[in-house]
């Protein structure tokens, strides 16, 4: 089930709320994990043996490690190995068998069925991994109840897409969280707001995105090819954002403050910036989890520049098993290490000339992202170049520019930017020195009504049969 699904929004998000509020407190986390499972077995119940078996296995390890104390070290090794066990074997079991035919063609006499990759196990596992090892370091305690464990595992709101949350962050709101009418409202709104990047900005990009894409790159030419990067640029930050500000909006609806996942990412001036503001809980995860670990910056600058495009090669590989993800993570990662030799993130991040030669390092970055394969990046990149054999007549960014893809396209630029942020902290601040007045009122019901209107076509949108998954699922 995805939070577009007219089933989601009709059915189930009413009945668990509604549910949720007659409920007395000692029986509302048992009935968010009832509902949870029942959010992740919509499509495929089978798979949500996969999720049980984790928050089982983590629960046991997690008291084991606490008992442990000093010497849980041996734990910890065997909560790595069962939880990178289960991940590596669904994730990326077909990816290696596939390159093991390549080498060794003989391997096609042993036929096999495909492993299917059960939804979101890349993040529940990294969340069930980050509760062992907080435990472990002392960071956390080891939760009693399974109840409770496996609602933090499998809550439905972050469960498919993120953001990853640490247990120590949510540990106390699990066992005890605070309700409001304010609360309440404040999630309505981050949550239309989140179906809207979805269903008005990044479902409408990806219409042209998805069919230049698709299309033979060697006969793109290059405004058709850079129209196509644009619009996944913009669709894949829509999308994901989206379904964050989904993801923090429900949160909020039953009592939870999940840590913010996005920060303006296309504003960055270094792609060192761009990392601290894009996909924030994954970045912090590596950063805690794996570069520290590791050294991170404190054994001299040749093993800062290895762990740097270690941790990159992982990430991309996190995100998808195929060597174009790999190609994408490096290259990130080869970014960060010239960033660091040239000082640059220190002495020219902040001039003028950081933001666009950061986002054009990320759009290219993004071709690897979205391409079916490292060779079709490659040609697609080509075309970008102008080296393309693309005459741009059967094909031509003049076909997408329709009146809707061009709103589309204005609202996800005026949408990457931070205004929303600055009039809300403006109207705050105006709001502390001269009260509720006349002013304040209309800019409130003018709030509540964009917020309708923003509901009300998104509905329309959605009865229009234009649902797509989100794009961070398949991850």
């Given at each position: ?118 939804i979101g196990i890349s993040f529940f596992t990294f969340q069930a991994l980050s ?336 649902l797509n998954p989100f794009i961070y699922f398949r991850f």
């Amino acid at each position: 089930m995805v939070f577009s699904h007219p089933t989601f929004l009709f059915l189930f998000l009413p009945a668990v709320l509604a549910l949720y509020a007659l409920a007395p407190r000692w029986a509302r986390n048992a009935l968010l994990l009832v509902a949870s499972l029942a959010f992740y077995a919509f499509d495929r119940p089978e798979i949500t043996l996969v999720m049980l078996a984790s928050i089982a296995l983590n629960w046991a390890l997690g008291l084991w490690v606490e008992r442990a104390g000093a010497r849980s070290g041996v734990v910890v090794a065997l909560a790595l190995a069962v939880n990178l066990g289960l991940l590596g074997f669904f994730k990326y079991w077909n990816f290696l068998w596939d390159n093991l035919q390549a080498l060794w063609p003989q391997l096609e006499r042993f036929p096999r069925d495909p492993v299917e990759l059960p939804i979101g196990i890349s993040f529940f596992t990294f969340q069930a991994l980050s509760y062992v090892i907080d435990v472990r370091r002392g960071e956390a305690r080891a939760q009693r109840s399974p109840l409770d464990f496996g609602l933090y595992i499998a809550l439905f709101p972050q469960l498919i897409a993120g953001p990853i949350v640490r247990y120590r962050d949510v540990a106390e709101q699990i066992v005890e969280r605070k309700h409001s009418l304010e609360l309440f409202a404040r999630g309505v709104r981050r949550f239309v707001v989140g179906l809207g990047k979805k269903m008005l900005i990044a479902n409408v990009l990806a219409g042209p995105a998805k069919e230049i894409f698709e299309h033979n790159p060697q006969a793109l030419d290059a405004s058709t090819a850079w129209l196509g990067a644009l619009c996944y640029t913009a669709q894949i930050y829509f999308d994901f954002s989206g379904y964050s500000d989904m993801a923090i909006g429900l949160g909020l609806m039953f009592g939870f403050r999940f840590l913010e996942n996005f920060n303006y990412p296309y504003i960055a001036r270094s792609v060192t910036d761009f990392w601290r503001r894009w996909h924030i809980s994954l970045s912090s995860w590596f950063r805690d989890y794996l570069y520290i670990p590791l050294g991170g910056n404190r054994a001299g600058a040749a093993r800062t520049y290895f762990n740097l495009l270690a941790v990159f090669c992982l990430c991309g590989l996190w995100h998808g098993a195929a060597w174009n993800f790999v190609v994408w993570g490096l290259y990130h990662g080869a970014f960060l290490v010239f960033e660091r030799v040239t000082r640059r993130e220190s002495r020219g991040a902040a001039s003028w000339l950081g933001l666009p030669v950061t986002l054009l390092v990320v759009v290219v970055g993004w071709v690897f992202f979205n391409a079916p394969s490292l060779s079709h990046a490659l040609e697609f990149l080509r075309a970008m170049a102008g080296a393309g054999s693309g005459d741009g007549r059967a094909l031509h960014a003049g076909l997408f520019f329709t009146p809707t893809v061009l709103l589309a396209g204005v609202a996800a630029v005026i949408g990457s930017t931070p205004w929303l942020r600055a009039l809300t902290l403006w109207r705050e601040q105006r709001a502390a020195r001269n009260g509720a007045d006349g002013v304040e009122t209309t800019l409130e019901w003018s709030s509540i009504g964009a917020i309708a209107v923003v509901l009300v076509l998104s509905a329309m949108t959605l009865s229009g049969g234009t649902l797509n998954p989100f794009i961070y699922f398949r991850f």
